[in-house]
């Protein structure tokens, strides 16, 4: 060996050097973070794997043949180690395998450095073999990841199952009245929707704004689809070859949260279903709840509270059918359907200013993003108001206006319901009370109408709350269509402290019980909790129990002792977190995913905002488990179909110096807030590796499907792949299924298929209703951040599905692409 050493050449040294440092830095690193955590009571696999790795760089440096064989051992354990933490699945293995195996092909162009001798030529074999078998081990991991999570026994259609309709319109933000997003239409079904081409693209010139994301669903009604933008510039497209009819601009000002969902739709030519407006029993709060506020007395049944037949139109037969547009900037549009035209006798010049009897109303502080849901002759209206900015913010009114006139139905201000239209003069509406962001449904035969409620601003500080905001936070609640007094409430979280407000459409289905069927609720939320109530009382259908949650809030603040658990039914997407669920794209990065998991608190979904020197993790974070794309019904097989985010985040309050509150990273745009005090500051992060790779394993988005008969879930699969994922913001182009981040919702039809968009890739996808396989998808000219929707034409009788493409949620790309798909 010495007569080696002296005829090798100095190459060979320093590449053995420089390989040996840099195995031994990363050698260093692990072994510096696997000590730290196994001080905070982790695992001991990376200080071990550190100092093994160290010695290898060491050994490498030196140019010993022994430094294979040691990494042979790394591997060998590393390989054993990953299949028992992370079990044979793609996702859990990559980040344990997939960077060592890399490492390893990088030591073997190092080991030849070393003295020739069969040593060096079994180290080299080692550590090739080792390598190659953790590659071999995720690649035969792989297939798998496509029938991730699909039905072993497919989801049979029932015998009273209601038939397949040759012609269906989309007249509602969600279909019909109780947003079930389902189509009775089977023209596009399982066997032949494979076959699905694009009949015709539209776009419609939005240009791209920072703030701006396009979340619109649609409507259709005969030969016409209508369109809204980001800033509420309403668009009429032919139905069948997306040509432009007509458009509407509003010309407002973006600012730093542009939404629209939808439009409404009102027919005046038509009689329709009259609304009893018969009072239903109001129900006790939850127990354990703060007292909600007193319900209007019962009165007896009397004549239809809501006169819903035709009404007379100003200006004879122009705004005889009529588009409802809400906007940015608080106001309210009444639009000819035909034309486009402002309808004359609707406010001022077609126009309603949503901002009266608001009060005080900085820019951007106040105004709407969801679908207005119109019923009868009423449109009703809730109110978006910014986020932990300040206490006293504009009231979270929710209010009826007619929609011929523009006057004010009715008014229910949650603070003070002796309110019931405008606020007396010199007065406002109570400010500072949780808001209806999100879309109402309605029960036309029972006349009522179901708010999700919000919670109060700002969203992670709540001590200084109202007995009403108390009462009604994170609630949905029954208001009397022909009055808006409330007739029933339901609390999903008492004292919300964690932002997990109502955001899903309430869906109204028949839901099977003990004998037959209910008319029931269905309450999606964040905490991933589904909550099944009779609609005409507020009962839970399915059993709700109190359970008690961690204590331990900021100084100044307090926590409920108990939350309600929906314990009949599935719940989506919250399984407790642990440290072998950490993740991240490489060793180094996993690791540092479980020493930030270690040093936060997490005690379960309610673990109470944390501090700067400690924050806890909230999961699911605030954008769910569910969110605002709600989910969609199966009429036919009775399934529930729901889609998840699957995203924590880290949530900390300081105390704050002045009255003013901290903006986290994703409010940075958002306007200034006023002084105001706010007794802490609130900051919450996305749960990230220093590459910025969720730090927990996927599935981070799934598509769920459960069985209402049997309540449980018949499949669960990952919504998107990881083609454009990848550490630092970059895409991967691998087309393997991952499960993405996507607030969208699902859409399902008679045919038996479920149609979603709503992910980090560029695809609309069609789903299985029976057993949750991918049986199409297309690729859109940007990613949908929007809910689909379907519809067949009256003139072709052809089946459409339609959705707008204008971004993905976390995607600064913007574009402004509506796309239509048929058969051909």
Same mark, same amino acid.
């Given at each position: 060996?010495?007569?080696?050493?002296?005829?090798?050449?100095?190459?060979?040294?320093?590449?053995?050097?420089?390989?040996?440092?840099?195995?031994?830095?990363?050698?260093?690193?692990?072994?510096?973070?696997?000590?730290?955590?196994?001080?905070?009571?982790?695992?001991?696999?990376?200080?071990?794997?550190?100092?093994?790795?160290?010695?290898?760089?060491?050994?490498?440096?030196?140019?010993?043949?022994?430094?294979?064989?040691?990494?042979?051992?790394?591997?060998?354990?590393?390989?054993?180690?990953?299949? %028992?933490?992370?079990?044979?699945?793609?996702?859990?293995?990559?980040?344990?395998?997939?960077?060592?195996?890399?490492?390893?092909?990088?030591?073997?162009?190092?080991?030849?450095?070393?003295?020739?001798?069969?040593?060096?030529?079994?180290?080299?074999?080692?550590?090739?073999?080792?390598?190659?078998?953790?590659?071999?081990?995720?690649?035969?991991?792989?297939?798998?990841?496509?029938?991730?999570?699909?039905?072993?026994?497919?989801?049979?259609?029932?015998?009273?199952?209601?038939?397949?309709?040759?012609?269906?319109?989309?007249?509602?933000?969600?279909?019909?009245?109780?947003?079930?997003?389902?189509?009775?239409?089977?023209?596009?079904?399982?066997?032949?929707?494979?076959?699905?081409?694009?009949?015709?693209?539209?776009?419609?010139?939005?240009?791209?704004?920072?703030?701006?994301?396009?979340?619109?669903?649609?409507?259709?009604?005969?030969?016409?689809?209508?369109?809204?933008?980001?800033?509420?510039?309403?668009?009429?497209?032919?139905?069948?070859?997306?040509?432009?009819?007509? &458009?509407?601009?509003?010309?407002? +000002?973006?600012?730093?949260?542009?939404?629209?969902?939808?439009?409404?739709?009102?027919?005046?030519?038509?009689?329709?279903?009259?609304?009893?407006?018969?009072?239903?029993?109001?129900?006790?709060?939850?127990?354990?709840?703060?007292?909600?506020?007193?319900?209007?007395?019962?009165?007896?049944? !009397?004549?239809?509270?809501?006169?819903?037949?035709?009404?007379?139109?100003?200006?004879?037969?122009?705004?005889?059918?009529?588009?409802?547009?809400?906007?940015?900037?608080?106001?309210?549009?009444?639009?000819?359907?035909?034309?486009?035209?402002?309808?004359?006798?609707?406010?001022?010049?077609?126009?309603?200013?949503?901002?009266?009897?608001?009060?005080?109303?900085?820019?951007?502080?106040?105004?709407?993003?969801?679908?207005?849901?119109?019923?009868?002759?009423?449109?009703?209206?809730?109110?978006?108001?910014?986020?932990?900015?300040?206490?006293?913010?504009?009231?979270?009114?929710?209010?009826?206006?007619?929609?011929?006139?523009?006057?004010?139905? %009715?008014?229910?201000?949650?603070?003070?319901?002796?309110?019931?239209?405008?606020?007396?003069?010199?007065?406002?509406?109570?400010? #500072?009370?949780?808001?209806?962001?999100?879309?109402?449904?309605?029960?036309?035969?029972?006349?009522?109408?179901?708010?999700?409620?919000?919670?109060?601003?700002?969203?992670?500080?709540?001590?200084? &709350?109202?007995?009403?905001?108390?009462?009604?936070?994170?609630?949905?609640?029954?208001?009397?269509?022909?009055?808006?007094?409330?007739?029933?409430?339901?609390?999903?979280?008492?004292?919300?402290?964690?932002?997990?407000?109502?955001?899903?459409?309430?869906?109204?289905?028949?839901?099977?019980?003990? #004998?037959?069927?209910?008319?029931?609720?269905?309450?999606?939320?964040?905490?991933?909790?589904?909550?099944?109530?009779?609609?005409?009382?507020?009962?839970?259908?399915?059993?709700?129990?109190?359970? &008690?949650?961690?204590?331990?809030?900021?100084?100044?603040?307090?926590?409920?002792?108990?939350?309600?658990?929906?314990?009949?039914?599935?719940?989506?997407?919250?399984?407790?977190?642990?440290?072998?669920?950490? %993740?991240?794209?490489?060793?180094?990065?996993?690791?540092?995913?479980?020493? +930030?998991?270690?040093?936060?608190?997490?005690?379960?979904?309610?673990?109470?905002?944390?501090?700067?020197?400690?924050?806890?993790?909230?999961?699911?974070?605030?954008?769910?488990?569910?969110?605002?794309?709600?989910?969609?019904?199966?009429?036919?097989?009775?399934?529930?179909?729901?889609?998840?985010?699957?995203?924590?985040?880290?949530?900390?309050?300081?105390?704050?110096?002045?009255?003013?509150?901290?903006?986290?990273?994703?409010? +940075?745009?958002?306007?200034?807030?006023?002084?105001?005090?706010?007794?802490?500051?609130?900051?919450?992060?996305?749960?990230?590796?220093?590459?910025?790779?969720?730090?927990?394993?996927?599935?981070?988005?799934?598509?769920?499907?459960?069985?209402?008969?049997?309540?449980?879930?018949?499949?669960?699969?990952?919504?998107?792949?990881?083609?454009?994922?990848?550490?630092?913001?970059?895409?991967?182009?691998?087309?393997?299924?991952?499960?993405?981040?996507?607030?969208?919702?699902?859409?399902?039809?008679?045919?038996?298929?479920?149609?979603? !968009?709503?992910?980090?890739?560029?695809?609309?996808? !069609?789903?299985?209703?029976?057993?949750?396989?991918?049986?199409?998808?297309?690729?859109?000219?940007?990613q949908s951040s929007a809910t689909p929707m379907t519809y067949v034409s009256p003139k072709t009788g052809k089946q459409y599905v339609v959705v707008a493409a204008g971004g993905a949620s976390m995607s600064p790309a913007k574009g402004d692409y509506v796309v239509a798909y048929a058969l051909p």
């Amino acid at each position: 060996m010495a007569a080696a050493e002296k005829t090798a050449g100095w190459p060979a040294r320093i590449w053995a050097a420089i390989g040996g440092g840099l195995v031994a830095l990363v050698g260093v690193l692990l072994l510096a973070g696997g000590g730290w955590l196994i001080f905070l009571q982790g695992s001991p696999y990376y200080m071990l794997a550190g100092a093994a790795v160290l010695a290898t760089g060491v050994l490498l440096a030196r140019r010993h043949p022994a430094a294979g064989l040691v990494y042979g051992v790394v591997l060998a354990v590393t390989l054993a180690w990953g299949l %028992w933490e992370g079990g044979f699945e793609f996702w859990p293995l990559l980040p344990r395998l997939f960077a060592p195996a890399v490492l390893g092909l990088f030591i073997l162009l190092v080991i030849p450095a070393a003295p020739k001798g069969r040593l060096r030529d079994y180290a080299g074999l080692a550590v090739a073999a080792l390598s190659v078998a953790c590659v071999g081990v995720l690649g035969a991991a792989v297939p798998a990841t496509f029938s991730w999570g699909q039905a072993e026994v497919p989801a049979q259609i029932t015998g009273a199952a209601p038939p397949a309709e040759s012609a269906s319109d989309w007249r509602y933000y969600g279909r019909d009245p109780g947003g079930s997003r389902y189509a009775p239409v089977d023209q596009i079904n399982r066997e032949n929707v494979g076959d699905l081409k694009v009949a015709w693209t539209f776009r419609t010139g939005e240009k791209p704004n920072r703030g701006s994301q396009d979340q619109n669903t649609p409507l259709q009604v005969g030969d016409t689809v209508y369109v809204c933008t980001p800033t509420n510039v309403v668009i009429a497209v032919d139905a069948d070859t997306g040509k432009e009819k007509w &458009r509407h601009d509003p010309k407002v +000002k973006p600012g730093f949260w542009n939404r629209c969902r939808g439009v409404g739709y009102w027919d005046g030519s038509q009689p329709k279903v009259a609304l009893s407006g018969t009072p239903a029993a109001a129900t006790p709060a939850a127990k354990g709840a703060p007292p909600p506020a007193k319900a209007a007395p019962a009165k007896k049944p !009397a004549a239809p509270a809501v006169q819903t037949t035709a009404a007379p139109t100003p200006g004879g037969p122009l705004c005889r059918r009529r588009i409802i547009s809400s906007t940015i900037n608080a106001q309210l549009f009444a639009l000819d359907a035909e034309t486009g035209q402002r309808c004359p006798g609707f406010g001022q010049n077609g126009m309603v200013n949503l901002s009266t009897g608001i009060g005080e109303m900085k820019p951007g502080f106040y105004f709407q993003t969801s679908t207005p849901t119109v019923i009868g002759n009423n449109v009703i209206i809730g109110g978006w108001v910014v986020d932990n900015q300040e206490l006293a913010e504009p009231s979270g009114v929710v209010r009826a206006f007619n929609v011929v006139t523009g006057e004010l139905s %009715w008014a229910w201000d949650l603070g003070n319901p002796d309110i019931d239209k405008l606020p007396p003069e010199g007065q406002t509406y109570t400010r #500072g009370t949780p808001n209806v962001w999100s879309t109402a449904a309605f029960d036309p035969d029972l006349g009522l109408i179901y708010l999700p409620v919000g919670n109060a601003t700002p969203d992670y500080w709540g001590s200084h &709350r109202s007995m009403a905001s108390e009462a009604y936070s994170s609630s949905v609640v029954a208001v009397d269509a022909a009055t808006g007094k409330m007739k029933w409430a339901f609390q999903t979280v008492h004292h919300d402290v964690w932002d997990y407000d109502v955001p899903a459409q309430p869906m109204l289905i028949d839901f099977p019980v003990k #004998g037959g069927t209910a008319p029931a609720l269905v309450q999606l939320t964040k905490r991933g909790q589904i909550f099944v109530l009779d609609r005409r009382t507020g009962e839970p259908l399915t059993r709700v129990v109190e359970v &008690r949650v961690p204590g331990g809030a900021q100084p100044g603040e307090w926590v409920f002792p108990t939350q309600p658990y929906s314990v009949e039914m599935p719940t989506i997407g919250v399984e407790r977190l642990t440290e072998e669920k950490m %993740w991240g794209a490489t060793p180094l990065d996993q690791l540092a995913c479980r020493i +930030k998991f270690l040093s936060v608190r997490y005690e379960g979904d309610f673990t109470p905002p944390g501090s700067p020197e400690r924050p806890s993790l909230q999961y699911p974070g605030n954008a769910g488990g569910m969110n605002w794309g709600s989910g969609a019904y199966d009429a036919r097989r009775g399934l529930l179909i729901v889609s998840d985010v699957r995203m924590p985040q880290t949530v900390s309050l300081a105390k704050s110096d002045k009255p003013e509150v901290a903006l986290s990273r994703a409010d +940075k745009d958002r306007p200034p807030p006023s002084l105001k005090a706010i007794a802490y500051k609130a900051r919450n992060d996305w749960f990230l590796s220093p590459v910025f790779a969720p730090c927990v394993q996927p599935p981070h988005g799934m598509l769920t499907a459960i069985d209402v008969r049997t309540r449980q879930v018949v499949w669960q699969a990952p919504a998107g792949t990881a083609e454009s994922q990848a550490p630092f913001g970059l895409q991967s182009h691998l087309p393997i299924p991952i499960g993405t981040i996507g607030i969208g919702g699902p859409i399902t039809t008679a045919g038996g298929v479920t149609f979603r !968009a709503a992910t980090t890739d560029p695809y609309l996808r !069609a789903y299985d209703n029976a057993t949750g396989k991918v049986l199409w998808k297309a690729r859109l000219p940007i990613q949908s951040s929007a809910t689909p929707m379907t519809y067949v034409s009256p003139k072709t009788g052809k089946q459409y599905v339609v959705v707008a493409a204008g971004g993905a949620s976390m995607s600064p790309a913007k574009g402004d692409y509506v796309v239509a798909y048929a058969l051909p």
